[in-house]
């Protein structure tokens, strides 16, 4: 087994929160916009629902929704962009509280996912889901070159968006610095490594760095992470979707800290 390092650990200074995006941006879908109402970090100026869905979501939102309307399918048509699929919902919502790697409260077996210049939302909102039933503290994403937490992502997400914070960070190298400073192993997702994800101690704080879909890991990335290990496949598979291989390994880290 590929054994973890012990670090001494620096004292840190905790970053000063920063204060919310500006903008506002609709999601869709029962599971998207329940979860939104029922998030009191959620804004919500708009939520447009038709009779039908009515019953689909919560009652007594925890969310501060300025404006419910009752309207006809049509309306929310017009509001969205051709062809989604809204079940009847959407909420034109104000961006959640931008965190960074500071602002994380740690486990001693804390799991964190980053995401190394991720494009397409369906597969971060993909990665959200199973972030979300691994207990994942936080997904980290560059904040240069990763799509908005908007409509397309929240679907995928199917209300986790609310429940595993996204952390967008000006420089991921830094970002990781700032993880190993915390205690965190971190774990490059490779086709190249020269360890099976089995073989790895993930017994303490553990970060796993995936690549975006295509590229794989930029080579910073890969340096400033303290082991690269392989998910074993057959021969003449060349690699998984990014949120499938993020689920097994997520999956595998989890196995082995219990």
């Not at 089995?198 to 400033?224: Q, Y």
Request: charged residues 25%; positive net charge.
């Amino acid at each position: 087994m590929h054994k973890r390092k012990n670090p001494k650990l620096p004292s840190r200074k905790r970053p000063p929160k920063r204060t919310k995006s500006v903008g506002t941006y609709w999601i869709f879908g029962v599971h998207a916009v329940s979860a939104a109402m029922m998030n009191p970090d959620r804004r919500i100026d708009r939520l447009l629902v038709t009779e039908q869905a009515v019953p689909s979501l919560p009652e007594a939102p925890k969310a501060d929704v300025v404006r419910r309307e009752t309207v006809e399918r049509k309306t929310i048509d017009s509001a969205l962009p051709p062809d989604v699929v809204h079940q009847g919902v959407a909420a034109c919502v104000h961006p959640l509280p931008a965190l960074s790697v500071g602002d994380l409260e740690i486990a001693d077996d804390a799991l964190v996912v980053v995401l190394d210049q991720a494009q397409d939302p369906r597969n971060i909102g993909a990665v959200l889901r199973s972030a979300a039933a691994f207990s994942v503290a936080a997904v980290v994403v560059p904040d240069r070159g990763s799509p908005e937490s908007g409509g397309a992502l929240a679907k995928a997400a199917a209300g986790t968006l609310e429940k595993v914070p996204i952390l967008r960070e000006t420089n991921l190298v830094r970002a990781l610095t700032s993880l190993k400073d915390m205690g965190f192993w971190c774990i490059g997702l490779d086709g190249a490594g020269q360890t099976a994800i089995s073989e790895i101690d993930m017994s303490g704080k553990t970060a796993l760095v995936l690549g975006g879909e295509g590229r794989g890991l930029r080579r910073l990335t890969r340096e400033n992470c303290d082991v690269l290990a392989r998910i074993p496949m057959a021969s003449g598979v060349e690699s998984l979707n990014l949120s499938n291989a993020a689920a097994i390994a997520l999956y595998e880290a989890r196995r082995k800290s219990r």
